[in-house]
């Protein structure tokens, strides 16, 4: 079995390899892997893999490989003679609007820094013989290491194709779109594990299995009632804790199946997908599964959140046209979602009264800070303690370490734990995973299964001084100390101007359809592998380089979540915005200028004790008037930010920041008075009569150009004069409409006293 895996997992790159390296460089290669005689024996993988090649049958294991080769299309000897690069998943995709451009991707290591594709023109950076060197050399010391369990061995194995191989491009016959060499191999690796399983039907079924968690964002949010207090300490803990749950979840899934890891397709968001042998005992399994899960949250955390399973059966042949499965797995989930815990209240066809009692059986105090779970000592109940606990460890922490079984760490189900640690823990048997966190784990001496984990981790903590809004506060009782994470009162207190917040939610638009039908451009076959490049891409954008711009750029920015097609992030009003121009232009760069690609934000301002459920929710607002609000350009809505409850494009909300800065300073210097701004906003609701059908209210026209003739004709009002011009329009657009959240925007820059010499 083991070898079987590694083999199919190989046989792409062995082909790759041995196509583009010297011949006495190949055999060097073959010699390391022959040497390898504990996490496998590398001696029985060269077999397989050579009687893959020459087309002989005495293998026992030849036909799960040969037929997961034939089921996914791969076929090596086509473009075996080059490496080819990669072209971005994004060009591929279409919805309303046609796309032609090629964008790919330059031969370079992994990293949130790579995944940016350039012009298909543009002049490669990296000797691709160079950079197979390396890859090879990595290879090589792993093949030669004699101190790993296969797990280890595995993990590493699949962590070094990723960080070389996601670039390398391989075709298919089934599509003419190129997918990663590290994505064939991957799916490769699950397909023959799956078909070589012992579960594995005559048939030939196959289940593919989608896990969602719901009720996230209001158990996230629900801690935050109570206003300030230490909530920046549990947000992120909250957050974090959450798509560790769904990892493990996903992680028991494949355990129970007997299955490694790699069978987990795709994973991002708190959603995942596994592929699974067997067809109807297999579906039946997932209900026992799913039963013990909503036993579990209910227990636990009294139906708060809960983890859907739904699964659907699948043939070979589907893998290759996987936008209707998609369709109709994600029915099935939406349909179990509405009736979520159902096997947790139920045993057989009876409703199980004892669940019920949950609630009623825990007496006693209710915790201080979320009021709703039992104490279980001191003042707060095992959750809230839990997130004090990790939030202060979240902050340094580099690495994750999921156990099992375990009694360290964070329980989570059944024997399963994860811990938050800042350096590599040393080896345990239980250790069956390990992250290293924004930063690759290729080449390491240690003997984990670690892999490469890009994460969006960051929040502000106090520097080796403490927090300076603490320190000059007189009566500050319980200052926040050098490395703890800041309160949000003393991250407000850092921003320009207004000592505000400001909330920004965003996501990608339509991704639903982008990710079910986006790739079936011209009736093309989709396959599963594309799909979960697509996935993948996505994530590392908003996991990995989100984390890198905030740590970096915007370090008053705390990160509730950030990862799959979305995120959530609370700073200092000033730096949010520009934060949110920025990552707008980079998701251009980063689906290379597909207009199919966009992505909506909600901004929102509050003080910073307001409680952060319900400013959540009205940057969720926010958002959907973003997505909802129709553009003279696009009727729909969507690719445009809502800020002061005014949605606008991207390019308007860039000349509306500038423009709020500019009558920021006006107004500071007196140059433009309140009285003024008063009487625009008169004129501007004349002009709102007007476009409602009375032209009494063209009134505006005259009024306003007797106002700029009386109040504003000296040398020295000129610019006011002109900018105040600029109302005395009738254009569609005008720019009345978006004047009131104007002057709001412009209310926050304007008590900054260097106010003209901060870089925009
Ligand atoms: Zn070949
Ligand atoms: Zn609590
Ligand atoms: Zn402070």
Redesign the pocket.
Known sequence: MKETIVASYYYLLYHTLRHSLAASDFEAHMECMRQQQKAVQGEKVLQILEQLQQGREDQASLPSIRKALDILGIMPENDADSLRRLSSVFCYIELEQRYERQAVYDFAELSERAIFPKEEQAELSADPQAYVQKFVSSLNRLWKREDLSFEAFFAKLKNTVEHYAWCIASGSKSSHQYVPVSEQCSMLGALAAALSSERMEDSGRMTLVVGDLSGIQRYIFDIAQTGAGSVAKRLRARSFFLSALSDIISHRIVHRFGLPLSNIVMSSGGKFYILLPGGTATLQELERLQKELDHWFLEQYHGEIACNLAGEVIVADDLTHMDKIMERLNLTLRQRKMNPLLQGLTTGECWDTNNWLVQQQETGRR?S??K??AVDEGE??K??RFDEEMGQRLVRARYFVYRYPSQRGLPVVDGYSVEAVESPPAYEDSIYLVYRLNSPAVDTDDRLPMVTKYAANYIPVADENGCPHCLAKDDAHDPVRPGAPLQFECIAESAIGAKQLAYLKADVDYLGSVFVFGLNRDGQAVQLQQIAVLSKMLDLFFSGWVHRIISEKYRRVYTVFSGGDDLLLIGAWDEIVHLAQELHLRFREFVGDNPNLTLSAGITFCKSHQPVARQAAVAEEELDRAKESPSRTRPEGRNQVSVLQQAMNWEQFAEFCEEAKRLAVMWEQKQVTSAFLYRLLDYAEMYRTYEAGDTQGLRFYPKLSYDIARNLSDEKDKEVRIWAQRFLTIQEDHPFLTLRPLIQMSRLYRLNDVIGKEEM
């Open positions: 915790c800070v979320c709703k779970f707060l109940c959750h809230c």
